[in-house]
């Protein structure tokens, strides 16, 4: 179920047939929902891969064979925007908006943050319209490529760690075109896990609502020692 873990970037490349794109088939369980095998269940998903998602291979974007900025996807032209289903309400769109107001407005500061911590609060609404956020930024450019990471840090909080294995960017770094390919790629990666995995609000909840509970008992067992006679009773059950 998890977007990212070191196999799953390996590469997202075959999410979109792209000139330039190294020809690598990525070893992950984030594919394009046609090739998804629709009978595996979230949590058998979840459970197949580390528990930390942070990227081991933080330099898996120097792979790519792109030499030039002209090289790098259009992601509007890559991608279509996702539709909101109806479960989620004009006031809710109405006040994403403004929230992504405040949050530019912010400077990325704490009136950024304290915008962003809003929307985190909408959950599943939220999630859609950051992804479709994803959808206007300019990969090429450091300062909007930093403001796309932010974007993805407040996706992985929404969804409890989940990641695409964005590439952090500095401010008045010079981008580097197989980082800003490398960035680009994800919002696919971000479209097909709303496709396959949380196509609705119920389907997201309860994936929260499953997660939440699995790092609970986690937390319970490491305080507790991790007795093996929990382990039984749980089994029994």
Not at 50 to 72: A, I, P
Not at 139 to 145: R, V
């Given at each position: 179920?998890?977007?990212?873990?070191?196999?799953?970037?390996?590469?997202?490349?075959?999410?979109?047939a792209?000139?330039?794109?190294?020809?690598?088939?990525?070893?992950?369980?984030?594919?394009?929902?046609?090739?998804?095998?629709?009978?595996?269940?979230?949590?058998?998903?979840?459970?197949a891969?580390?528990?930390?998602?942070?990227?081991?291979?933080?330099?898996?974007?120097?792979?790519?064979?792109?030499?030039?900025?002209?090289?790098?996807?259009?992601?509007?032209?890559?991608?279509?925007?996702?539709?909101?289903?109806?479960?989620?309400?004009?006031?809710?769109?109405?006040?994403?908006?403004?929230?992504?107001?405040?949050?530019?407005?912010?400077?990325?500061?704490?009136?950024?943050?304290?915008?962003?911590?809003?929307?985190?609060?909408?959950?599943?609404?939220?999630?859609?319209?950051?992804?479709?956020?994803?959808?206007?930024?300019?990969?090429?450019?450091?300062?909007?490529?930093f403001?796309?990471?932010?974007?993805?840090?407040?996706?992985?909080?929404?969804?409890?760690?989940?990641?695409?294995?964005?590439?952090?960017?500095?401010?008045?770094?010079?981008?580097?075109?197989?980082?800003?390919?490398w960035?680009?790629?994800?919002?696919?990666?971000?479209?097909?896990?709303?496709?396959?995995?949380?196509?609705?609000?119920?389907?997201?909840?309860?994936?929260?609502?499953?997660?939440?509970?699995?790092?609970?008992?986690?937390?319970?067992?490491?305080?507790?020692?991790?007795?093996?006679?929990?382990?039984?009773?749980?089994?029994?059950?």
């Amino acid at each position: 179920m998890k977007l990212l873990d070191a196999t799953v970037i390996s590469l997202v490349l075959s999410a979109l047939a792209l000139p330039g794109a190294a020809a690598t088939t990525p070893a992950h369980l984030f594919q394009d929902p046609a090739k998804q095998d629709p009978a595996k269940k979230a949590d058998e998903l979840l459970e197949a891969e580390k528990e930390k998602m942070r990227l081991k291979d933080v330099e898996g974007w120097k792979k790519l064979q792109v030499k030039s900025m002209d090289q790098v996807i259009d992601v509007k032209k890559a991608t279509q925007p996702l539709e909101y289903p109806a479960s989620i309400t004009e006031e809710e769109k109405t006040k994403l908006a403004s929230l992504l107001e405040k949050a530019k407005d912010g400077g990325g500061g704490a009136r950024t943050g304290r915008a962003l911590k809003e929307m985190e609060k909408m959950g599943y609404p939220a999630v859609l319209f950051l992804i479709n956020q994803l959808r206007e930024i300019d990969y090429k450019s450091t300062d909007d490529a930093f403001w796309g990471y932010q974007l993805n840090q407040k996706l992985s909080d929404i969804t409890m760690g989940i990641n695409a294995g964005y590439v952090a960017v500095e401010l008045g770094d010079q981008m580097d075109p197989r980082k800003a390919q490398w960035n680009a790629m994800t919002v696919q990666q971000w479209i097909n896990q709303i496709k396959t995995h949380w196509p609705t609000r119920e389907k997201f909840d309860e994936f929260i609502t499953k997660r939440k509970a699995k790092k609970t008992a986690e937390l319970e067992q490491a305080e507790g020692g991790g007795t093996e006679e929990p382990k039984k009773d749980d089994k029994k059950k």
